[in-house]
């Protein structure tokens, strides 16, 4: 076991956390978005909501808690962002004859973004990147504390 894995590992979970609230900012950047992408029909279609997925990054966290049981000296791998889904909530219809994209009663199709959920989802992620740099900075003084010992 090195002893980096702790390093590694937060360093990991920031390198996650960061993706996560960049996917975040796009989502609310592009809340107002009605023509983001073409769909099969050739038509435009609003901005759809993006998530991040985690996974882990080697093994499992049951292999993991076994091996740590049954006294192995292996440690997890950390995190990744094992992929970026889109939303499928349906789009919200809003009533409003004058905009350029609504359809032929009136309605406009705006996004499947809600910034509440997204700001709170951005907290999330943010406090969940300061619990990673305090475990970084533990870690850290650690290795400084064991390498005084020599002094």
Known sequence: MSIFNAI???????????????????????????RATMNENGEY????RKMTVFGSKGQSFSSVLNQATTGSSSAGNG?????????????QLVYNPNH???NEE???????????QE???MMSATRSYEANVTALNAS?????KALEIGK
């Open 100 to 102: 350029p994209d609504a």
């Open 79 to 91: 995190v990744k962002v094992s992929d970026i889904v889109e939303d499928d909530e349906p789009f």
């Open 106 to 116: 009136g309605y406009v199709e705006i996004p499947n973004v809600d910034p509440l």
């Open 8 to 34: 590694n590992t937060s360093g990991s979970g920031l390198t996650a956390q960061r993706l996560r609230m960049d996917t975040i900012s796009s989502n609310i950047a592009n809340a107002d978005t009605t």
């Open 45 to 48: 279609e609003p901005y759809r």
């Open 119 to 121: 700001m709170v989802d």
């Open 140 to 144: 850290k003084t650690m290795l400084m």
